[in-house]
């Protein structure tokens, strides 16, 4: 592949030149974050980070751009939308290639990142059309109330390595139909991919004499405490670890801001005895190795009734024996690399703690070493029989860890499934009705996302995507999380010659 190529007709040619393209990620100290890539551990670019001037010049020009864009019929916000998806559309192809070759993950992930975006671009064109209040009836006679959603303002975004240009459009879509400006901080790790799709928004944009701080590209870890004390930015959205979760919550939170947290997950797919096993098995290897383990919805244990246990474990060692591991641009290719080595170690790390707490493992890990491997960053993923209780099993590793548990009953299963600290993504795989209607029931699982006779990993736009308990709560994408980027206003409208007061209050003079 010829990275090179791809970023030039990404846009990417000068990296450390002026701002007068709209290129807000720029620092005038000449403080630079070096992109590697996974796959081959080369360095791919260096990028400028965004200081504190940088800062204060990017929010300056989206607060003006918000006074604009507020303004503008909520349709003709979808058209400009439109317009960016199809100008994904367009360069799908080279965007895709940059998210595998940058983050890891494999070439058909990388495309499928990029149609989520341009999936979220058609779902925010409709709701452009349908941001709906409702029509509420008064107590008063010749009185009418109705609510309406209006814009908030300045939208942070702070997004994560694994999806390093999914999930922003997830919320950016939808802040701009919703008549917000955007303020966007990548990760450090994959800055390459937002700077990409800065350039794609910011021609769209001028098409259209729009004013350059509705979309704005901030670089640089200081940039995120900046977003989150900011009083000028009334919501945030973090995508990342619980811990850093927590603080970016109090931040935000001090401020009296709000805040959309998707944070960790360990989830779990529920092997019923009554399952299709051949179909469990597809399940539960993509959960599990996918992005090489790097989803917040990836497959980190697996609960398996007793009476098939054994039967569905040599079923699962033996695809594991199947899986081929090495450049994810090779499509013959199942597992790519973890992002970097620290995330290695932590891997390493991971699987001798389990060890030293009674972990057995069915299959064994490592990182791999060779010419195929000269990064540092492929691992084997690997599977232990272990105790839900364990500490290692109830926290997140990020990596292609895979746990199996087994099961009595099905209360017992949905017990151990909802017994961890997080509560993102779960699944249960059966043919039998009732114990499906149970787990989807409120005495089944407490995640914010179940599912039957498909996994955990992966979700589709038309859904609100969002957790529970320690994931934070948020909701993102589809159904009404609309609203979460919008204020709400209840308006009473009298339209009598007299003031009736409510409850039938007299106040007269």
């Not at 540092?376 to 105790?387: F, L, N, Q, S």
Request: aromatic residues 8%; negative net charge.
């Amino acid at each position: 592949m010829d990275i090179t190529a791809i970023l030039t007709r990404l846009g990417i040619q000068k990296l450390n030149s002026g701002t007068s393209t709209g290129q807000q990620w720029l620092t005038t100290e000449g403080k630079t974050i070096d992109s590697y890539s996974p796959v081959n551990g080369k360095l791919i670019a260096t990028v400028q980070t965004s200081d504190e001037a940088a800062y204060e010049t990017v929010m300056k020009k989206a607060e003006e751009a918000f006074l604009f864009w507020r303004s503008v019929p909520a349709p003709k916000r979808g058209e400009i939308v439109r317009q960016f998806g199809d100008a994904l559309r367009e360069q799908k192809e080279d965007l895709g290639a940059l998210v595998s070759f940058e983050m890891g993950k494999s070439l058909q992930e990388g495309l499928g990142e990029v149609q989520e975006m341009i999936d979220i671009c058609d779902f925010a064109v409709g709701l452009s059309r349908q941001l709906y209040g409702l029509t509420m009836h008064s107590e008063r006679p010749n009185h009418r109330m109705y609510e309406q959603w209006h814009p908030m303002g300045i939208v942070g975004i702070i997004s994560a390595f694994n999806f390093p240009v999914a999930v922003w459009s997830w919320n950016t879509a939808l802040a701009w139909v919703c008549g917000n400006v955007c303020v966007w901080k990548p990760s450090s790790k994959t800055p390459l991919c937002a700077v990409a799709c800065q350039h794609v928004i910011t021609k769209v944009l001028k098409a259209n004499d729009m004013p350059e701080g509705i979309s704005s590209l901030l670089i640089g870890n200081a940039v995120g405490d900046r977003i989150n004390n900011d009083k000028r930015i009334p919501l945030v959205s973090f995508t990342g670890s619980t811990r850093i979760g927590r603080i970016v919550s109090a931040a935000v939170a001090t401020r009296f801001g709000r805040s959309i947290l998707e944070l960790g997950g360990n989830n779990a797919i529920i092997i019923s005895k009554d399952a299709d096993l051949n179909m469990s098995i597809i399940g539960a290897v993509f959960g599990a190795v996918g992005t090489a383990g790097q989803r917040c919805t990836s497959t980190r244990r697996l609960i398996i009734h007793e009476d098939i246990y054994e039967e569905f474990k040599n079923k699962l060692v033996h695809a594991y024996g199947q899986l081929r591991i090495g450049d994810p641009l090779d499509q013959h290719n199942h597992v790519g690399p973890l992002i970097d080595k620290a995330a290695a170690d932590m891997y390493v790390q991971a699987i001798e703690k389990g060890k030293k707490e009674g972990a057995k493992f069915v299959v064994e890990g490592g990182v791999l070493n060779g010419e195929n491997y000269s990064s540092g960053c492929y691992v084997k993923p690997c599977i232990a029989e272990v105790e839900n209780h364990y500490e290692i099993v109830q926290e997140e590793t990020f990596a292609p860890i895979l746990y199996l548990i087994k099961y009595k009953t099905l209360d017992q299963a949905i017990a151990i499934q909802n017994d961890v600290p997080q509560g993102l993504s779960s699944a249960i795989m059966t043919l039998n009705l009732r114990e499906a209607e149970q787990f989807l029931s409120a005495a089944g699982s407490d995640c914010g996302i179940a599912n039957v006779n498909i996994g955990t990993s992966g979700a589709e736009i038309g859904g609100a995507f969002g957790g529970e308990k320690e994931t934070g709560g948020g909701r993102e994408s589809g159904s009404d999380a609309w609203k979460a980027y919008m204020r709400r206003q209840t308006n009473t409208i009298n339209y009598a010659d007299s003031l009736p007061l409510a409850q039938g209050i007299k106040f007269d003079l």
